[in-house]
């Protein structure tokens, strides 16, 4: 059974940091690309970042040069890291699993999420 466990989602005033993980079991990790995907309460999905095998990334023109993702393969963990935070980034963050090793795979599970509130 593929599980996808998000943690760290917290209140952070603006220009903070959090940084979020993502437990994963059931596949084979290294296989995967994985991604992060936030959502506005109310709001449609929007994907944030993606990360393959090997460590190649993507990210979406709203985070970079502030979002860094990465992976530990042999802890079977994705990360986030979320740097000068704006009230904007007010959102659920899921994790999420792709259906292969390439980032045009689409994505087939992703977890509950934990919420980040940036306010002051």
Known sequence: EVQLVESGGGLVQ?????????????????????SWVRQAPGKGLEWVSAINGGGSTDYADSV???????????????????????PEDTRVYYCAKHSGPLKVNGINYWGKGTLVTVSS
């Open 14 to 34: 603006p220009g903070g940091s959090l940084r979020l993980s993502c437990a994963a079991s059931g596949f084979i990790f290294s296989n995967y690309v994985m």
């Open 64 to 86: 970079k040069g502030r979002f860094t993702i990465s992976r530990d393969n042999a802890k079977n963990t994705l990360y986030l890291q979320m740097n000068s935070l704006k």
